[in-house]
């Protein structure tokens, strides 16, 4: 069956810009998770939802970085005037149960460059 | 999350089997342990997970010490695709995130 999947998968913008990142998740996943990984690091936990509900957006950096999952499936992610610290690439991961740490399914991220 | 300790780096001969240690002592009763792994330029995939039985699936075995400070995660006939960073995580129970950390970057070698 189709699995998580992002787009764009790569994403190129100029410092300042704003950009908006998808993710579709596995049909029926009750929760969505949204992770940041720069290179030569793991991925590190930004936010969570469960169906269309925020639970925790502990791991934003910054107000400069918003999402949202309006219908509980499809999900965004928004990073407004980007930063050159903003570069990494952006993974997705949906599962079926509510808890965090349910096996998760990834997607193949977005990799983000801010010029 | 329970703190981990793996090794940066391993190197493992193709066909042979990877032994992949991780370090859990902080590990409480009810937490288990999960093992992920990150193929270059793909997002990180679910290998098993385990409380305090040994596991297998098809693709690997959970070996978990008796006090449950340690595992290891083996792949019996290591191939090139087996390529990879290894993470070896123990969530905490309820709605706390992953910690994923740094992991281990196994080399199979032809």
């Known amino acids: 069956g189709a699995g998580v999947s992002q787009s764009p998968r790569y994403k190129v913008a100029k410092r300042g810009q704003d950009v908006a990142l998808r993710c579709d998740p596995i049909s029926g996943h009750v929760s969505l998770f949204w992770y940041q990984q720069a290179l030569g690091q793991g991925p590190e936990f930004l936010t969570y939802f469960q169906n269309e509900a925020q639970l925790d957006k502990s791991g934003l950096p910054s107000d400069r970085f918003f999402a949202e999952r309006p219908e509980g499936s499809v999900s965004t992610l928004k990073i407004q005037r980007t930063q050159q610290e903003d570069s990494a690439v952006y993974l997705c991961?949906?599962?079926?149960?509510?808890?965090?740490?349910?096996?998760?399914?990834f997607g193949p991220g977005t990799r983000l460059t801010v010029l | 999350d329970a703190k981990t300790t793996q090794p940066t780096s391993m190197d493992c001969a193709e066909g042979r089997a990877a032994n992949l240690p991780c370090n859990h002592s902080t590990i409480s009763g009810n937490e288990y342990v999960y093992w992920y792994r990150q193929i270059h330029s793909q997002g990180p995939q679910y290998i098993i997970h385990?409380?305090?039985n040994n596991e297998t699936n098809e693709m690997a075995s959970l070996i978990i010490t008796e006090d449950r400070k340690s595992s290891t995660l083996i792949l019996p006939h290591a191939t090139l695709r087996d390529t990879a960073v290894y993470y070896c995580i123990v969530p905490i129970s309820g709605n706390t995130p992953l910690v994923f950390g740094k992991g281990t970057r196994l080399s199979v070698i032809a």
């Open positions: 991961a949906s599962s079926p149960g509510r808890a965090t740490y349910n096996e998760q399914f």
């Open positions: 385990g409380l305090k």
